[in-house]
């Protein structure tokens, strides 16, 4: 692999490139699922194993980007496929408005891999197939569960860089991850309760660690709660949300809208551009007083954790709000120098080998409080917890949004109450994160990731972790 891309550095600058990279990649992924159906049956309902292998070769030539990129690894091709990035260039040179400038970053020769104690890989189909129908069948214990389903997946990356500026980076990235679902039936009525599947950079060994078949009876008497779920009082009402829920909160009104690729109106697909623009730097509030969101892509376990991003820079961690004030985004290379930074941040991310990388949301958490978690809801007269995600909608400069969740709880003097169904909340971004006024204590404080981000044009899928306590805000639009 080495001799491949040596080569491909060779061959464009001959050519007259500037700058290159290449990148060959590796991919492996395994998703199995199981259901303990409504007659008590057991049976695999998915069984998917996948392998990509290919590489992509990226260059300037007079200021222009060229790429492109094959699945057939051989010295013939690696050759043929660079002189095509090349010409791309040459001919994207005669439009361009600006050169491309891309920020420095000095050369790394490293190794780098997810930490891990059981390859996902090595574990039989038979072993994983055994543990969700364990699952499914404490599920179903439950009396009024009609029916379990559950899944779990794995991922690995094993991913080289190379460029012309020195660098020589190999890197192996696991994912793990495990859910399921358990339905509930009464009078004609149907509801669902989940634990999530919440994957994180890890082996086989996440999979076992996790409470899941203990946890299977709460997660059963609570599908069977929502049959008999209220509607909740529409109105301005006080929110205790947990890290389950709060994960895509982060995710769509602070991921997003600090892309700065996304904030400079370079990128517009799925959901539009972004209300924080450069401008706004250390002046905009984003939230209170409280409120530090911190961008971490050397998080232990996160998704989004490795060691060098594909531009080959360095992982690193950093605010994006600090004590309530926007200060700074998510960059790449190319756009880094745009707001003055002397590095990127290293959060530039392709998809695939077919792929040139893109900006993407780095691994993303709101820091913990001092709250204790009994102490919040004991000072929480009235209002409603949410766990789980659910369904949402954001507009077009992340700005406006609506968000539901899976499980709503009434809290009555400072107590969870009855169960509540339907809740929708929704705001403006910075006023939301402005009624933040209570965040509990690093005891509380859990990581969970996000596998399906969608962004581009072609559609390229990426996956981070939002971390984060339970935290109260109040005077939150709820049903209206």
């Not at 699922?33 to 008590?40: C, P, Q």
């Not at 972004?274 to 939230?287: A, E, H, I, V």
């Not at 169904?421 to 969970?448: H, M, Q």
Request: hydrophobic content about 35%.
């Amino acid at each position: 692999m080495k001799e491949l891309a040596m080569l491909a550095l060779d061959t464009v600058k001959y050519l007259g490139a500037s700058y290159a990279d290449i990148r060959i990649n590796r991919y492996k992924s395994q998703s199995v699922g199981a259901e303990n159906d409504r007659k008590g049956r057991e049976r695999v309902t998915s069984l998917r194993k996948s392998e990509d292998f290919g590489f992509g070769v990226r260059m300037l030539y007079d200021g222009a980007w060229g790429f492109s990129s094959s699945n057939v690894v051989t010295k013939e091709e690696v050759e043929r496929i660079s002189a095509r990035a090349v010409q791309i260039a040459k001919e994207s040179a005669m439009v361009k408005v600006n050169d491309v400038i891309l920020t420095p970053e000095p050369p790394h020769v490293d190794v780098w891999q997810t930490p891990i104690t059981k390859d996902p890989f090595l574990i039989s189909t038979e072993q994983k197939i055994d543990f969700l129908n364990r699952i499914n069948s404490e599920v179903k214990q439950t009396k009024g569960i009609e029916s379990s389903s559950s899944n779990m997946s794995f991922y690995l990356h094993d991913k080289i860089f190379a460029s012309t500026e020195g660098s020589y980076v190999q890197q192996k990235l696991y994912r793990s991850g495990c859910g399921y679902r358990a339905t509930a039936v009464k009078d004609g009525k149907r509801e669902t309760r989940r634990n999530p599947d919440l994957p994180l950079g890890r082996g086989y060994e996440y999979i076992e660690e996790r409470p899941l078949i203990e946890e299977a009876p709460r997660v059963a008497v609570e599908a069977i709660m929502k049959l008999d779920a209220v509607e909740a009082e529409p109105g301005r009402k006080t929110l205790i949300l947990d890290p389950t829920h709060l994960c895509l909160t982060i995710h769509e009104s602070v991921g997003h809208p600090t892309e700065l690729d996304r904030a400079l109106g370079w990128e517009a697909n799925y959901a539009g551009r972004s209300f924080c623009t450069p401008d706004k730097l250390n002046t905009m509030r984003y939230g209170s007083d409280i409120v530090n969101f911190v961008a971490d892509n050397t998080l232990i376990h996160g998704l989004s954790t490795c060691g060098y991003d594909d531009e080959g820079v360095k992982t690193q961690h950093w605010h994006i709000v600090k004590d309530g004030i926007f200060v700074s985004f998510g960059t790449s290379r190319e756009v880094a120098h745009l707001i003055g930074l002397k590095r990127s941040r290293g959060s530039c991310f392709a998809s695939s080998w077919r792929f040139m990388p893109i900006n993407r949301i780095p691994n993303l958490s709101l820091m913990p409080g001092t709250w204790e978690l009994d102490d919040l809801f004991a000072d929480t007269r009235e209002g409603i917890y949410i766990e789980g995600r659910g369904n949402y909608s954001i507009d077009q400069l992340r700005y406006n949004f609506q968000f539901g969740g899976d499980m709503f709880w009434e809290i009555k003097n400072g107590k969870k109450a009855r169960v509540l169904k339907n809740v929708l909340y929704g705001g403006i971004t910075t006023e939301f994160w402005g009624s933040c006024d209570a965040i509990c204590n690093e005891k509380y404080w859990r990581p969970f990731g996000v596998s399906g981000c969608a962004k581009g044009q072609p559609v390229q899928i990426h996956t981070m972790t939002h971390g984060s306590a339970h935290a109260r805000f109040r005077s939150i639009k709820v049903g209206v």
